[in-house]
Structures are given as C-alpha cells and as structure tokens.
C-alpha cells in the first residue's frame, strides 16, 4: 500500500499557467495590498481588544 501512494504522490505534478511580467506584477501588487489590509485591520483588532482590557480592569479596580 506504502508503494502505491509513493509512486502516485510522485507522478503528481501541478502545471500553472505561465505569467507574463505584466501579470506576475499585477498579481504581486495585489497580494501585498491584501497583506497590508489584513495588517492593519489586525491591529485594529488588537487595539480595541487592548482598550476593553484597559477599561474592563479600570472599571473593576475603580469601582470594584
């Protein structure tokens, strides 16, 4: 059974679509403006995640 998934895995071969430099740009440019967007809308993320842990232990050792 090893060997039959051996040989198959090896025969496996992914053949993708030959870019032009034009088109290896364009899609370049738009994984990093993902990526980008992704980044900043982590750190908003963590940032409103900081304040309500900052207000929720002000609140507590204030009014607590």
């Known amino acids: 059974m090893r060997k039959d998934y051996v040989n198959h895995a090896q025969a496996t071969k992914l053949h993708f679509k030959e870019l032009t430099d034009v088109e ?25 995640s900081f304040a309500i842990v900052l207000g929720t232990f002000y609140a507590i050792f204030y009014y607590g």
């Open 24 to 48: 290896r740009k364009n899609v370049r440019d738009k994984i990093r403006a993902q990526a980008k967007k992704d980044s900043i809308q982590e750190i908003g993320i963590y940032l409103i």
